[in-house]
């Protein structure tokens, strides 16, 4: 079946230094990218997505970036703060059938940021 | 406020005892879907539906049942429930394009002893 791969499964980073979260999906067809950030005991959160007809997309310190031809999305996160501590999801949407889709996500990345 | 409401947040239940976890949306979302969250594994589609009385099985459909009677209602349903379905669940709610955001409910906590 299809699905979305997320590399890594944790990442630690200093205060102040950028992190990057790594996900390849397998349906071409997929066409839109969403990220979730889930901080402890809470709902996932959309935080940044892209569409198939966009290459990167950029919102203050996050930014995404998409490559379709070798079908892999990543986000990038500069000036990393504490309250960046979290667990993120990359996700994809794909057509199950006419009229019906998917949400596939990926495993998730456990980001610390030290102090 | 828009919003997802899942309940109960908490549940610790028996193995066998029949219990159903409701989740109701006020945005007027034709798609809801049922995931489960476990360590190392993130969040699994159990059920999704795109409209009422229709709804399709996700990747672990195993042990749950869900209903679609009205737009804003998808409840799961835990027939006989068995430890192995301890998890954090979540139902989530978005419009029938699909690139579109999902919205989370608060998630529902569950222990099956």
């Known amino acids: 079946g299809e699905n979305v791969e997320q590399h890594p499964s944790t990442l630690s980073v200093q205060e102040g230094d950028s992190a990057v979260i790594k996900c390849t999906y397998s349906?071409?067809?997929?066409?839109?990218f969403p990220w979730y950030k889930q901080e402890l005991g809470k709902r996932p959160q959309l935080i940044i997505d892209i569409r198939s007809n966009v290459g990167e997309k950029k919102d203050q310190r996050i930014a995404v970036t998409l490559n379709k031809t070798a079908k892999h999305f990543s986000l990038h996160i500069t000036e990393t703060q504490p309250e960046d501590s979290a667990v993120y999801f990359c996700?994809?949407?794909?057509?199950?059938?006419?009229?019906?889709?998917?949400?596939?996500f990926g495993t998730g990345t456990r980001l610390k940021v030290l102090a | 406020e828009a919003q997802v409401t899942q309940n109960p947040r908490y549940l610790i239940t028996v193995t066998g005892k029949k219990l159903t976890v409701t989740c109701s949306q006020n945005?007027?979302?034709?798609?809801m879907s049922w995931y489960r969250q476990d360590p190392g594994l993130g969040l699994r589609q159990i059920y999704y539906?795109?409209?009422?009385?229709?709804?399709d099985k996700g990747d672990v459909p195993e042990g749950y049942k869900v209903s679609r009677k009205e737009k804003r209602n998808f409840p799961l349903i835990l027939e006989s429930p068995s430890p192995n379905q301890t998890s954090l669940y979540f139902c989530?709610?978005?419009?029938?394009?699909?690139?579109?955001?999902?919205?989370f409910g608060q998630g529902t906590r569950l222990t099956v002893v």
């Open positions: 989530a709610s978005s419009n029938r394009d699909r690139s579109t955001e999902a919205f």
């Open positions: 349906d071409s067809a997929s066409n839109y």
């Open positions: 539906s795109m409209n009422v009385e229709v709804t």
């Open positions: 945005m007027n979302h034709e798609y």
């Open positions: 996700a994809a949407t794909t057509w199950v059938t006419s009229g019906t889709y998917k949400y596939i």
